[in-house]
């Protein structure tokens, strides 16, 4: 593997039969397991393998964002992103506690790959590379769903410190999809691997996500927002900022096997419509803030960004001291 890895998670169950799987898979591998609870998390939570982070633990870390940030919201993921980095991992893959994984899962494709990539593209539906019968990703805009897929040029150097792999059984996919379309689901098989560059968007998510050091920053999951949103406007303002530095997301095949844990799909549904009313003007939003080149100016091009959502009011006001909080503990790092 490329260097040494973290694998962080966030979680309000007791060890189940995934988390178990993977602080196994972690200690064999040589992985920092990192999980980061919450107000709901068991209060006697112990897995061997595993770095388990309660809220008091969180708050001891020293870091200003775990002061800062909302309890019983998917955000505190931050805080086992920031544990990872400060015990100095050169890629973090990410998870949640009901994703099985496959080996592949824990090894992440070399930075500079040579794959098909897309640029210019505007809204693309990368699942339908993987797959013959109708299926989009959550947060993908519902007027770009049956828009036509590009032709694939022939593979070119691409830098992706960004990686999403897809999941197999039950996928990534909005409330609509779930309530219309049967499920269980399987992408075809085979190594298929694709980019998207300048210009080409598709959302990706938190369940199935690689990161090398170069982009920690883009990690940050906003607290201030729909909790179907945070991982999803994560992707949007990360892809935006991901142009500013001739970086590429790389999309691959499935890694894992969802057995999703119970959801109320008419609860999902109403907390992914800011989405689906929002989702396409946000892109458009972020496409045209003038923003710096460069990874220096990665945290600038950050709270630009989150300023631009705040302003528009996509995202609440306190999103900005939280990420300010996430960048002072980023730059205080080692």
């Given amino acids: 593997m490329p260097g040494k890895g973290a694998l962080a998670v966030t979680t309000i169950s007791a060890p189940n039969a995934v988390l178990r799987q993977l602080a196994s898979d972690a200690a064999r591998l040589g992985l920092h397991f990192v999980v980061a609870g919450d107000t709901k998390s068991p209060a006697d939570f112990a897995l061997e393998g595993c770095d388990y982070y309660g809220i008091e633990a969180q708050r001891e870390t020293g870091f200003a964002f775990a002061q800062l940030c909302p309890e019983r919201h998917?955000?505190?993921k931050?805080?086992?992103?920031?544990?990872?980095?400060?015990?100095?991992?050169?890629?973090?893959?990410?998870?949640?506690?009901?994703?099985?994984?496959r080996e592949e899962f824990y090894r992440p494709l070399p930075r500079h790959s040579s794959v098909p990539q897309i640029t210019g593209n505007g809204w693309t539906n990368v699942y339908g590379f993987y797959s013959q019968t109708p299926i989009w990703p959550r947060g993908l805009p519902l007027d770009a769903v049956r828009d036509p897929l590009p032709q694939l040029p022939p593979p070119t150097l691409v830098d992706a410190p960004i990686q999403?792999?897809?999941a197999d059984a039950n996928p990534d996919?909005?409330?609509?999809?779930?309530?219309?379309?049967p499920l269980p689901f399987?992408?075809?098989?085979?190594?298929?691997?694709?980019?998207?560059?300048?210009?080409s968007w598709c959302p990706y998510n938190s369940q199935n996500t690689v990161h090398y050091r170069a982009a920690y920053a883009l990690l940050y999951l906003p607290a201030h927002c729909s909790f179907r949103m945070t991982d999803i406007?994560?992707?949007?303002?990360?892809q935006r900022i991901?142009?500013?530095?001739?970086?590429?997301?790389?999309?691959?095949?499935?890694?894992?096997?969802?057995?999703r844990n119970d959801h109320d799909l008419m609860k999902d549904f109403a907390e992914e419509i800011p989405g689906y009313l929002n989702n396409r003007a946000i892109g458009e939003a972020l496409a045209s803030l003038d923003l710096d080149s460069g990874v220096e100016a990665i945290p600038a091009n950050l709270r630009k960004c989150y300023a631009r959502l705040v302003a528009d009011s996509h995202v609440g006001a306190d999103e900005l001291p939280l990420l300010d909080a996430w960048l002072a503990d980023l730059a205080a790092m080692p």
């Fill in 233 to 238: 406007w994560r992707s949007f303002v990360a």
């Fill in 78 to 101: 931050n805080i086992a992103y920031l544990v990872a980095i400060r015990a100095g991992a050169d890629f973090i893959v990410e998870t949640d506690d009901d994703n099985f994984p």
């Fill in 186 to 199: 399987d992408f075809d098989s085979g190594a298929k691997r694709l980019a998207l560059g300048h210009g």
């Fill in 164 to 166: 999403q792999g897809l």
């Fill in 242 to 259: 991901a142009w500013t530095c001739g970086w590429s997301i790389l999309f691959r095949e499935a890694t894992v096997s969802q057995d």
């Fill in 74 to 76: 998917y955000a505190r």
């Fill in 173 to 181: 996919v909005d409330a609509i999809y779930r309530l219309t379309y």
